[in-house]
Nanobody, 124 residues
Framework: QVQLVESGGGLVQAGGSLRLSCAASGRMISSLTMGWFRRAPGKERELISAINYRGEITYYAESVKGRCTISRNNAQNTVYLQMNSLKPEDTADYYC?????????????????WGRGTQVTVSS
């Protein structure tokens, strides 16, 4: 089992930046694909970024491409999502997730473990 705890959310003005962190426990994440999802009010959950176990391969949804950077520190069992040029439409609950590599595409939204989320609010 993997426990995931997100942090770093908050209220920020449009154009600002936030760095989300996801701390894992219970198992080292060095063999896991990690992802960040978000669920905006009234919308379905969306995979916005993913990173493979070595950090060599990343995926970004079109909605965040060029504004977000995912990274990981396997030694610290932590994954990050740097978000820049934030927009009001980025307002959502953000979730960290992990999955055992299965050959699925990096864009696959199928994950095994989930955090409880951190809220991001971007004011205009």
């Amino acid at each position: 089992q993997v426990q995931l705890v997100e942090s770093g959310g908050g209220l920020v003005q449009a154009g600002g930046s936030l760095r989300l962190s996801c701390a894992a426990s219970g198992r080292m994440i060095s063999s896991l694909t990690m992802g960040w999802f978000r669920r905006a009010p009234g919308k379905e959950r969306e995979l916005i970024s993913a990173i493979n176990y070595r950090g060599e391969i990343t995926y970004y949804a079109e909605s965040v491409k060029g504004r977000c950077t995912i990274s990981r520190n396997n030694a610290q069992n932590t994954v990050y999502l740097q978000m820049n040029s934030l927009k009001p439409e980025d307002t959502a609950d953000y979730y960290c997730a992990a999955r055992v590599p299965s050959g699925a595409a990096m864009s696959s939204p199928s994950y095994d473990y989930w955090g409880r989320g951190t809220q991001v609010t971007v004011s205009s």
